[in-house]
């Protein structure tokens, strides 16, 4: 192994890492492996207990550390206590990566245009992505400034840049909730950034995940291929990387931005 080999396989060791809407199937998973892989251990959260004891069973398994946190992340006792199992378990948090949304529910065809979304709905994706942020981020903050810094990583879309203009995708309540994250994003880099801490998001395009694939067409994943610079499907090592990088101390001088991760979708 080579000391650039070294440094990259262990570019988190002794770190420990929070990922939010982490369930096996999904871009969640993906970071929270390829954190463990990097030697962090890995706090894996999601709502649905089961999907999140698997992902942590495939970390450890690969001879990494994890434990599977169910979550709620709009009940700030039960972020609370995520957190605490984190500290309890690991000694403290590092990195905290939200990526917890609600999106799924509306992929599914037909969608609803925003003048029939009921308001419960509008409500509850604000809720879960934008909220549900926002209580991820103050339950790890206190941990973060006694340590001196840390990292926060918000999971945008590429949807709150612009695609909406051109690329239809009848989901108001959830383009909404992301310009809110980039929104949230800025607002806790420039509070946070005095205690070294950073915070920063990606903002991601359709990407080709198991759970994705359940819900959006072969057909409609290939026409957003084709109205991108890059003519190809995105899959999860394509926007891991990025994720990585905000984590990393590679970015330590780097706090509020957005990182857009589509392959060049046409805005235009």
């Known amino acids: 192994m080579t000391a650039l080999q070294s440094r990259v396989t262990e570019r988190f060791a002794g770190r420990t890492a929070i990922v939010t809407g982490a369930g096996v199937g999904g871009l969640g998973a993906a970071y929270a492996e390829a954190l463990a892989a990097g030697g962090a251990r890995v706090v894996v959260a999601d709502v ?64 609803t245009p925003f003048w029939e979304v009921p308001l419960a709905e509008f409500e509850l994706v604000q809720r879960v992505n934008v909220t549900g942020s926002w209580l991820c981020a103050k339950a790890v903050f206190p941990h973060m400034k006694r340590q001196g810094g840390g990292k926060i990583v918000n999971v945008s879309s590429n949807m709150a840049l612009g695609t909406d203009l051109v690329w239809p995708a009848q989901m108001a309540a959830y383009t ?38 359940e819900h959006i ?25 990025t994720v990585l990088f905000l984590c990393s101390s590679d970015s330590d001088f780097m706090t509020g931005q957005v990182l857009r991760i589509d392959g060049g979708f046409i805005t235009h």
């Open 217 to 241: 067409a072969a057909d409609r994943m290939e026409a957003v291929a084709q109205s991108q610079a890059l003519r190809r499907q995105a899959w999860p090592e394509d926007i891991v990387g």
């Open 176 to 213: 909404t909730s992301k310009a809110g994250v980039i929104g949230l994003t800025r607002a806790l880099a420039g509070e946070a950034g005095p205690h070294g801490i950073t915070v920063n998001a990606v903002a991601p395009g359709v990407t080709n995940t198991e759970t994705v694939g």
């Open 48 to 111: 649905r207990g089961a999907e999140a004891e698997a992902t942590a069973e495939r970390i450890t398994a690969a001879g990494g550390e994890a434990l599977a946190v169910e979550v709620d992340i709009t009940d700030e006792g039960g972020v609370e206590s995520m957190v605490d199992a984190a500290v309890g378990r690991f000694g403290g948090v590092d990195i905290l990566i939200n990526n917890a949304a609600v999106m799924f529910r509306f992929l599914d065809e037909p969608r």
